[in-house]
């Protein structure tokens, strides 16, 4: 695979290629696309091939994709192609400001130097301030000729619902388990059993799963251990405090992961050692079983039903400190 894939060489979101490449056969690419979806599950990397898709001019014997190798498809993998322009939030600021967006309006009136069209994509849209949503807008109700503007956030509610509305809409979703492991075995070096346990503590966002597999995911596991030692003896403060710090969805995934195993280690050193448990004082097996089908549905429905992680974290420690003595 090249460093930079083409529509063909990316993993998983088969739907959403397939859509791509039909509008392309049927040389009706739209004027306007919104690619909306849970972060780090590679919105911004079909952007970037369906450009070069757009712009390879073999694209035509390689399966309505980009080649790869052309001097088009380099330069949109390298960011320098003179028809693309990617407008992201500039360093420390905390939206996409009104006049990177005006600049827009410049660039679409040009004609294409090298390529059909000319693109736009802005990443995480959702960051504009006002000023710079509404001169978007006013882009997009009077679309210039051969141009195309993608908009990729993860929050789509935070957009105008009229600039929703004048977009093609494609929702991605995390990936498969087996997606990501493909993925990540081309990215990094690891074992088999570390690349398991980064992919689950991922969760489907491979963006995630790479940041755990280069060094993060150790001292992560190490706060969470000394953390469950510690469980039936910190205040509820302390407590509250935990389930907050864990609660991000970054980090949701990965604690959800890191507890399930926690829980099936208690059940095996119960099944395996019964002599070292205290009689009078023991946590039974069926305790610990009853522990985990209560966690288990917790973090199922925080999942399904997108519950507050927050509290399902706080009722999962609750539970778990007072099986092991905790008086509140």
Known sequence: MTSFPTLEQIIGHTAVLANLQ????????????????????????VAAAFVQALFCPAKGTAGGSGCGQCPSCRKVAQGNHGDLVRVVMAEGKTRIGVDQVRQLAGFFALTPMEAPWKVAIVDDAATMNEAAANALLKTLEEPPARS?????????????????????KTRFSLLAPGEVQRILSGLTQLDDETLREVVAAGGGNVGQALAFSQG????????????????????LGCLFTMAEQWSPPEKFALVSSLLRKWLQERIRAVVCHPDTQEKGNAITQEDWLKAI?????????????????????????????RLQGAAY
Request: glycine share 6%; proline share 7%.
């Open 216 to 235: 993060e995911l150790p001292a992560l596991r190490q706060k969470f251990c000394q953390e469950m030692v510690d469980l039936p003896t910190v205040t």
């Open 293 to 321: 089908v209560f966690i288990e549905q917790l973090l199922r429905q925080a999942v399904v039903v997108n519950l507050n992680r927050r509290l399902v974290l706080e009722a999962a420690f609750i539970r778990l400190a």
């Open 22 to 45: 039909r509008a392309m056969a049927d040389h009706h690419p739209g004027h306007a696309h919104l690619f909306f979806g849970p972060p780090g599950v590679g919105k911004a990397t």
């Open 148 to 168: 195309l503007l993608i908009l990729v956030t993860r929050q789509p509610g935070k957009l105008l619902p009229t600039i929703r509305s004048r977009c093609l």
